[in-house]
């Protein structure tokens, strides 16, 4: 059967000689894993930039309910992002947030709400400022709203002290504390934080890193955090 829905590309591996399987989050099927042949060739069908991380796409596809991999028969990118591919800081986020999405959205059912989310965050990150240092940490935290852990508000006006898995957040200092406050008390865009240090804003990316693995099997040290640390400068803890 062949299905049409709007996908965002979340990662992509060599197949043969000139193929290659991609992974994506589409609109009305969830997660999907796809087969797209002859796209190393040398004359491909498909531009290989159509499969970078992140990139929007609206697809046609044959569906095989006994397949784990389906066949795409055609992609287009309605939307080209204008600053994302021409900047270090913000290709470095989205290879950061696609491996994120990568290793957290599983479910092979239709997510709207969770779809429209992830469509109008990536625009924010095209056309937000140069140098959106915290945008990684606003949008996994708001993340989780939609993954169903979002951590109570109790955490953030500070009527009750941390316990269970709220424990990650409990040794940040008073300025990264109120970081996570601002970013989680504003969930439709990510707040104005360029005062915030680069430690500082490393030990809160840790701590939500910390956050997802509690709530995540296999959620694994992120090998793209090493290059999102390069690229802001910024040190391990």
């Known amino acids: 059967m062949l299905h049409k829905t709007k996908a965002i590309v979340l990662h992509h591996v060599k197949y043969g000689e000139s193929s290659i399987i991609v992974t994506l989050y589409t609109e009305h099927h969830g997660r999907l894993t796809c087969m797209v042949n002859g796209v190393r060739s040398k004359k ?20 095989r309910p006994s397949r784990e991999i389906q066949r795409l028969k055609d992609a287009l990118c309605p939307l080209h992002y204008q600053s994302v591919p021409f ?8 290879l950061f947030v696609a491996e994120v999405l990568f290793l957290v959205l599983r479910e092979e059912e239709s997510n709207p709400v969770l779809f429209s989310f992830l469509y109008t965050a990536l625009q924010m990150l ?17 993340l989780t709203r939609y993954l169903g852990f979002f951590p109570p508000y109790s955490q ?3 009527s009750a002290l941390p316990s269970g898995d709220l424990q990650v957040f409990s040794g ?16 439709q865009s990510p707040p104005d934080l360029t005062g915030l240090s680069q430690s500082d804003r490393n030990e809160l990316l840790e701590s939500i890193i910390r956050y997802y693995r509690i709530h995540v099997d296999g959620f ?5 955090f090493t ?6 400068g910024q040190r391990t803890v």
């Open 87 to 94: 900047s270090f800081s913000k290709s470095a986020v989205a």
């Open 126 to 142: 095209d056309t937000s400022e140069e140098g959106s240092s915290t945008f990684h940490h606003w949008f996994m935290l708001q």
């Open 220 to 224: 694994s040290r992120l090998r793209s």
């Open 227 to 232: 290059v999102l640390q390069e690229v802001f």
């Open 172 to 187: 940040l200092n008073s300025r990264s504390a109120e970081a996570l406050k601002t970013i989680a008390l504003n969930p």
């Open 44 to 63: 491909p069908r498909f531009s290989a930039t159509l499969f970078q991380p992140l990139t929007i796409l609206e697809i046609d596809f044959y569906s």
């Open 156 to 158: 953030f006006d500070g």
